[in-house]
């Protein structure tokens, strides 16, 4: 599982509407410093902190704020992924359309240790492979192929790897996170877990307690 993030904007436009219900702008205190890093000042980290223990409604200044990343991960992750469709949008590449323009090889799955490696070596992907070749075959008419396409997809693994693009709100991830931290799939705890923390200001995901450790 591979995630690369592509962008982070918005935390100090979220600093300032957090202030609107009192019209404390005075008060903001986040700045952008000499290396262009937005860092949040003491003054809007103890509102921020304030406002999200009191819950999502009124920690609602997380959701100003969004993150683009790609993530290629294995089809048994994005089934549990997809059950977040609150502050997350994702534009996939096409497994329907594009599953049979090129042999798969063993990069394309996400294997835990080597007996796997040899399985899909040997059984699975040839005979995932055969099937695409066929798809290929001139004398095939097209209602041929569409079989032959059917059957690549019904027995494609789960531990198939796509590749899609992600925008998701700070708010959206934080309900992630405190459903997913200590998930038995390491695609979850460690690896995502450890990708938010890197997220600039990514106490605004964990909670306050997370940043002084």
Not at 57 to 84: C, S
Not at 115 to 140: A, G, M, Q, V, W
């Amino acid at each position: 599982m591979k995630i690369v993030t592509l962008n982070v904007a918005g935390i100090k436009e979220a600093m300032v509407s957090m202030r609107n219900a009192h019209n404390s702008w005075d008060k903001n205190d986040t700045v952008t410093n000499e290396d262009g890093k937005i860092v949040i000042g003491p003054n809007d980290e103890e509102l921020s902190d304030r406002l999200m223990k009191a819950g999502p409604v009124h920690g609602k200044h997380l959701r100003f704020i969004q993150v683009w990343a790609n993530i290629d991960a294995p089809m048994y992750w994005w089934k549990e992924f997809d059950t977040y469709r609150v502050g997350v949008e994702k534009n996939s590449c096409s497994t329907m359309h594009k599953i049979t323009s090129r042999p798969l090889d063993i990069n394309d799955f996400e294997i835990n240790d080597s007996e796997e490696e040899s399985y899909f070596k040997n059984t699975i992907i040839p005979r995932l492979n055969n099937l695409i070749l066929d798809t290929c075959n001139p004398d095939s008419n097209d209602f041929d192929r569409k079989i032959i396409w059917r059957k690549v997809i019904a027995e494609l693994p789960s531990n198939y790897i796509q590749h899609r693009t992600v925008m998701m709100s700070y708010a959206a991830l934080k309900n992630i996170a405190r459903y997913r931290k200590d998930h038995k799939l390491w695609e979850w705890d460690p690896v995502f877990m450890n990708w938010i923390g890197s997220l600039p200001e990514s106490w605004l995901i964990f909670g306050k307690e997370y940043r002084i450790k």
